[in-house]
Every structure is written in structure tokens, then in C-alpha cells.
């Protein structure tokens, strides 16, 4: 009250002292916003992790450069972080959302970390088994050397199963090559793996040089992907916090679905790679994104059981233990009553 009546005084002065009304009151519309610039910027704080740059990861990107993470009255900042290492800054309380979700589950799994996922971008797993052109059928794997993740890695579980479902022994059939990060598509390449496990934009790459498809992994298995995981203290302690993000993500998401040109260029400017495979990557895969960042209940108990094989562990994990969809749920409800628009 002090401020605002010292304010009247000088405004007052100004006025005796010969200064016309209209710029008065010019000075006290400039004050007002310059007032209220300052408590626009007052936003809360908030750090995510991402692992790699893939393609669906640009949502986030993108919801902060449309000013989405703003409009929710949030200040983002992302820093790549491997994914473990990521799950322990989540539950150190250094970041608060983490773009490993599936590192945060097998966490969960093994040490019962305090943490949940909240979000989900994809319905469909995107992993392609990719070949040696002379090899023609996944039941023709046998006895040939595959290039993998990580022995222990999801993606390696789930390859897994696939091969159980063609009549495989899993266990027996194939070898399991560990090549290291990114290496995948050089070792199918360079003779030394008969076939791989590739991502989206390594399998364009391996198609363009004659590599064969043998499977894509989002037709043969029902799991997330593209997940993120917070914290159950975040969740305890900044409710609000969860709600704004994941609404500006929605919006993120919504921006990215509806907005194909621009999008394209953000997955290019995001990932670094070339324009025409960015179009190619968007185009085959935006089909595959949820439309309100939850995934089903049997998409979710399928995820858990796969935990169940990676972290070796035998009792169940209660779903409501690993996920926490309410706020994507509140966050899509939200958007559609008030018809949001990207």
C-alpha cells in the first residue's frame, strides 16, 4: 500500500510540475506492464531428462519453443542424461521428470524406487528386426548372430518373444551380440551380425542399402514406448507442478500431430538428421502416438511383465504402483472442454 500511494504522490507531482494527464497516465500504463511483465516471468522451474534425441522425443522441444511449457507457467529446461543415470537424478531430486520412463521401471522392479509413470508417447514399440537380404523369414534366424541393444536390454526381451511366436527357441536358436551403442546397423552392415535391432531412423538406413525387414516390433508386441516417469515425492509434494507439465506436453503433442510441416522441421532441427528422413519418420510413424498420453491397462500389465523377466523378479507390480495417468486424463478432459486448439 506504502508503494502504491508513493506512486500517486509522484504521479501527482508530475502532473503540477506541467506534465500533461495523457502521458501521466501513458507512464502509468508502461509501469503496469512492465509489472506485470515481471510476475509473467516469475515461472516455476522445472528440469527434464532426455536420453537420446530420437524422434518422438521432439514433443517436448516443441512444446517449449510454442510456448506451451510458458503458458503452464513453467520454465523448462532438458538435459541429456543416459537413462540410468537419469532415474538417479530423478529420485535424488536434481531433475523432475526423466524421458527413461522404462529405466525408471526396471528401478521399480528391482529396488522399489519411489517413482511412476505419468505420460506415454507412443502405443506401438519402435524397434525393427532388420536382415541380410538372403535371409527371408524370421524362422530363418536360426543359428545366426544378432545385433542387440544389450543382452539385457527391454528391446532384447521383447526380440525374445517375437521369436518365440515364429517357432523359435529364444534361448537357443540365435545369438546375441552386444555391440555397443549405435552399432547395431554397422555390425549387420559390416557382415559381422546376420540381422539387428534398429531404431527408426537406422532402419531407413538399412533399407536404403538393401537390408532386409523382417519385423517391426509395434506389430508383434503391446507395449508402451517413449514413456516418462517422475517421482513420487514430485507428485506428493507439486501436484501442480505434474498437472501444468504434462498439460504443456499435451499440447506439445497435439502441435506435433496436427502441424506436419513444421513438425518435420522440428524433428530436423531436434535429432539432426536429413529432412527427407525426418518426412519419412513422420509420416510412417505419427500414427502410433497416443492421444491423450496414457496407454491401456493391458499395454501397461504387459510392460510389467516384461520388468518382471528383465529385473528377474517374481511377484507382481500393481499397476497402480508403476502409473499415474490421472494427470494426462485431467490434462486431455481439460483441453477438450475449452475446445484447445494448437
Same mark, same amino acid.
Given at each position: 500500500?506504502? &508503494?502504491?500511494?508513493?506512486?500517486?504522490?509522484? /504521479? $501527482? #507531482?508530475?502532473?503540477?510540475?506541467? /506534465?500533461?494527464?495523457?502521458?501521466?497516465?501513458?507512464?502509468? +500504463?508502461? +509501469?503496469?506492464?512492465? $509489472?506485470?511483465?515481471? @510476475?509473467?516471468?516469475?515461472? =516455476? #522451474?522445472? %528440469?527434464? #531428462?532426455?536420453? %537420446?534425441? &530420437?524422434?518422438?522425443n521432439v514433443v517436448y522441444p516443441i512444446a517449449q519453443e510454442r510456448g506451451y511449457m510458458r503458458e503452464e507457467g513453467l520454465d523448462l529446461k532438458m538435459v541429456f542424461i543416459e537413462p540410468v543415470p537419469s532415474v538417479q537424478a530423478l529420485m535424488a531430486g536434481s531433475i523432475d521428470f526423466t524421458a527413461a520412463g522404462a529405466s525408471g521401471l526396471i528401478a521399480l522392479g528391482k529396488a522399489s524406487a519411489p517413482l511412476k509413470v505419468v505420460f506415454a508417447l507412443n502405443d506401438r514399440v519402435h524397434q525393427w528386426i532388420l536382415s541380410r537380404p538372403t535371409i527371408s &523369414?524370421?524362422? *530363418?534366424?536360426?543359428?545366426?548372430?544378432? #545385433? %542387440?541393444t544389450g543382452i539385457a536390454a527391454i528391446a532384447t526381451f521383447m526380440l525374445k518373444q517375437i521369436l518365440a511366436k515364429h517357432g523359435l527357441d529364444a534361448n537357443k536358436d540365435v545369438i546375441y551380440l552386444d555391440v555397443g551403442t549405435n552399432n547395431q546397423l554397422t555390425s549387420l552392415l559390416s557382415g559381422a551380425a546376420d540381422a539387428a535391432v534398429l531404431s527408426a531412423e537406422q532402419r531407413y538406413a538399412g533399407l536404403d542399402a538393401g537390408m532386409r525387414e523382417l519385423f517391426y516390433y509395434g506389430n508383434e508386441v503391446k507395449n508402451s514406448w517413449g514413456i516418462l516417469a &517422475?517421482? =513420487?515425492?514430485?507428485? @506428493? *509434494?507439486?501436484? @501442480?507442478?505434474v498437472t501444468s507439465f504434462i498439460k504443456a506436453t499435451l499440447k506439445g503433442m497435439r502441435r506435433f500431430r496436427e502441424d506436419r510441416s513444421g513438425s518435420i522441421a522440428a524433428i530436423v532441427k531436434f535429432s539432426g538428421i536429413e529432412r527427407s528422413l525426418a518426412t519419412r519418420v513422420y509420416d510412417d510413424l505419427i500414427g502410433t502416438f497416443t492421444r491423450n498420453g496414457a496407454v491401456d491397462a493391458e499395454t501397461q500389465r504387459n510392460d510389467l511383465a516384461l520388468i518382471r523377466q528383465v529385473t528377474g523378479i517374481t511377484e507382481n507390480i500393481p499397476i497402480e504402483r508403476a502409473y499415474d495417468f490421472s494427470?494426462?486424463? =485431467?490434462? =486431455?478432459?481439460?483441453?477438450?472442454r475449452t475446445n484447445w486448439r494448437p
Open positions: 500500500m506504502k &508503494t502504491v500511494a508513493t506512486s500517486i504522490k509522484r /504521479l $501527482t #507531482a508530475l502532473y503540477r510540475s506541467g /506534465l500533461q494527464w495523457k502521458n501521466v497516465v501513458a507512464i502509468v +500504463l508502461i +509501469l503496469s506492464h512492465l $509489472t506485470l511483465g515481471t @510476475k509473467a516471468l516469475a515461472l =516455476d #522451474a522445472v %528440469t527434464l #531428462a532426455i536420453p %537420446t534425441k &530420437t524422434f518422438q &523369414t524370421p524362422p *530363418e534366424l536360426k543359428g545366426k548372430k544378432i #545385433a %542387440t &517422475t517421482s =513420487d515425492r514430485v507428485i @506428493k *509434494e507439486q501436484p @501442480k507442478l494427470f494426462a486424463f =485431467d490434462a =486431455d478432459q481439460l483441453l477438450n
